[in-house]
Structure formats: structure tokens, C-alpha cells
């Protein structure tokens, strides 16, 4: 089992930026790559972005790519998702995700990932 525990939401005016952080425990050696998500009211889970474990493959969604960064600490086990920029419309729930497949190609695919936290609120006003 892994649990993944997000931290670092809030709420901030539209420019701004966040850092948010996801802490891996428990058998992360299993892990092959992290993702971020978000779920915005009445719409469906999105991918933000990814990052494989093991050699840091990045992979980003168009909405964010240029204004986000995903990026891993090993030895801490956690995973950072630096928000710059930030729009009204990246107001969501963002949740962390492990995925132990090491398969490539499924990375924004969140029914793949096995193991996922409990979300941060991430709120952008105009």
C-alpha cells in the first residue's frame, strides 16, 4: 500500500502562484510515476501533469504547460506541483496519484493510477 498526502492549497488572486506538495509513504519503491489532478465543480477529473519516478519524465497537460511544473524529491518521497500564473480556471480540487505500471503511454490517464490523496482546494479569485 502507498498513501499519498497533499498539502499546500488556498486560496489566491488570479497571477499568483502555489506550490503544492504530495508525500509518499509506505511502498513507494513500488511507484513508477506521480500525477497531479483536478477536479473542478460538476465537471470531470483532469490530468495536470506527471512525472515518472525514476529518470523524471514530464508530461503536462496544454492548459498548464508553461505556467506549471512538476518535479520530484526521491530521498523525501514527495512530489511538487509549482503553479505560476495562476487563472481563475485552474480553481479545483487538485489530487496526487501513484501509479505502479511502468508501462509508458497512460501517464493522463487517471484510471490507471492505483493509488490516490485526499485532494487540496486550490481557489483563484479574479
Known amino acids: 500500500q502507498v498513501q499519498l498526502v497533499e498539502s499546500g492549497g488556498g486560496l489566491v488572486q488570479a497571477g499568483d502562484s502555489l506550490r503544492l506538495s504530495c508525500a509518499a509513504s509506505?511502498?513507494?519503491?513500488?511507484?513508477?510515476?506521480m500525477g497531479w489532478f483536478r477536479q473542478a465543480p460538476g465537471k470531470e477529473r483532469e490530468f495536470v501533469a506527471a512525472i515518472r519516478w525514476s529518470g523524471g519524465s514530464t508530461y503536462y497537460a496544454d492548459s498548464v504547460k508553461d505556467r506549471f511544473t512538476i518535479s520530484r524529491d526521491n530521498p523525501k518521497n514527495t512530489v511538487y506541483l509549482q503553479m505560476n500564473s495562476l487563472k481563475p480556471e485552474d480553481t479545483a480540487v487538485y489530487y496526487c496519484?501513484?501509479?505502479?505500471?511502468?508501462?509508458?503511454?497512460?501517464?493522463?490517464?487517471?484510471?490507471?493510477?492505483?493509488?490516490w490523496g485526499q485532494g487540496t482546494q486550490v481557489t483563484v479569485s479574479s
Open positions: 509506505g511502498r513507494t519503491f513500488s511507484i513508477y510515476t
Open positions: 496519484a501513484a501509479d505502479r505500471d511502468s508501462s509508458y503511454y497512460r501517464e493522463k490517464i487517471a484510471g490507471v493510477y492505483d493509488y
